[in-house]
């Protein structure tokens, strides 16, 4: 790749990326990304060929180029900056940022999934298909699963899939570092598995958050920091994701703030809204009425 200009590289590296994570790449998305004439893009789709021939291949029907069982990715492809691009929707596929080092720090992740996971899961949820997999559980150990993809889910502590599982029926999260050997399955899922029929996912939920009432001396800071209005910072919210969001955030979820602590400087005000959403376990202090 060395004798292409840095323009080059950059989208050689968009053709990768777009064949990587979404399993095609067309002469038109080049052209329109790059704002490019066709024949520039058609050099670049050569060039790109060349450089990796067994990557892609040409469907005539569809005019797009898919992604074969032998790609092999031409650009290294880092997971925590692959996740933020997908999670924006920035597509480049190009991570260098030249000699210029920006004064950002980020705390260190314990755990990055592996990208080929990453891009198998991005895969399947565009073009609409189902997984095999194995997947180790903390309760069951590992096993093999069909599930149904709908999304990739930064939950604030690691990153999780949301998909329709087979084996039990439902929608549930799972851990992206705790799968493995995943397959990209042919047949197109039924419309049941179907992320519209995910009713906790569909659903969205506001919560009501104050500083907490009783472990906050100085509440004007709380109120700073969460930029809230009137004294409350409104959140809205899918039912699927609150218990993360709460637990991220340590905010005091039971019903006369009883939480105590200096860890907990939130408190839900409306925690009835919670009512039927699931991962509540995980909400600080939250009980389900015992009626």
Known sequence: MDEFSFAQKQRLAYIDFKLYFTGMVT?????????????AATRDLKFYKESAPENMAYDNVERKYFITTKFKPVFKHDARRTLIKLANNISDGFDSIGDTLFPIESPSQLNVPDIDVIAKLSQAIINNKSISLIYTSLSSGSGA???VP?????NGLRWHLRAYDRKSKSFRDFVLTRITQITILPQTPSPEEGQSEDHQWMRVVQLQIVPHPNNV???????LDFGMKKGMLEVNVRAAMAGYLLRRWNVDCSEKATLSGSEYQLYLQNNKTLYGAENLALAPGYQKDKD
């Open 27 to 39: 002469r038109s998305e080049i052209v329109s990304h790059f704002e490019l004439g066709l024949a």
């Open 145 to 147: 699963r069909e599930l």
């Open 150 to 154: 709908h999304s990739i889910v930064d």
């Open 217 to 223: 001396k100085h509440p004007t800071a709380i109120k």
